[in-house]
């Protein structure tokens, strides 16, 4: 599976962004497609994922702000990003999960200025 994110970009706290992540395949067929980030010095984190069933799970930090949804047509999954923080800037990385596989795009950066 190859995916392609997009998206990121330099915004003020409390800003929004969108970021998309393309996949090579039908994303019905992916277990799991989630978004992950890494901050400079940190170890990479989950920040939200969709099953391919539909159910959702979100990093406690990014409740309430943050929304992973999909479209199915165009095998595409996106984290709209509101009320950015400075503490949101990182690498963020589109990741499916296709039993027992596990893939990943190329980062694209979130940087939020205060």
């Known amino acids: 599976v190859q995916l392609q994110a997009s998206g990121g970009g330099l915004v003020q706290a409390g800003e929004s962004l969108r970021l998309s992540c393309v996949a090579s395949?039908?994303?019905?067929?992916?277990?799991?497609m989630a978004w992950y980030r890494q901050a400079p010095g940190k170890q990479r984190e989950l920040v939200a994922g969709?099953?391919?069933?539909?159910?959702?799970n979100y990093a406690d930090s990014v409740k309430g702000r943050f929304t992973i949804s999909r479209d199915n047509a165009k095998n595409t999954v996106y984290l709209q990003m509101n009320s950015l923080k400075p503490e949101d800037t990182a690498v963020y990385y589109c990741?499916?999960?296709?039993?027992?596989?596990?893939?990943w795009g190329k980062g694209t950066q979130v940087t939020v200025s205060s």
């Open positions: 990741n499916a999960l296709v039993v027992p596989m596990n893939y």
């Open positions: 395949r039908n994303i019905l067929s992916i277990n799991l």
């Open positions: 969709i099953s391919s069933g539909g159910t959702t």
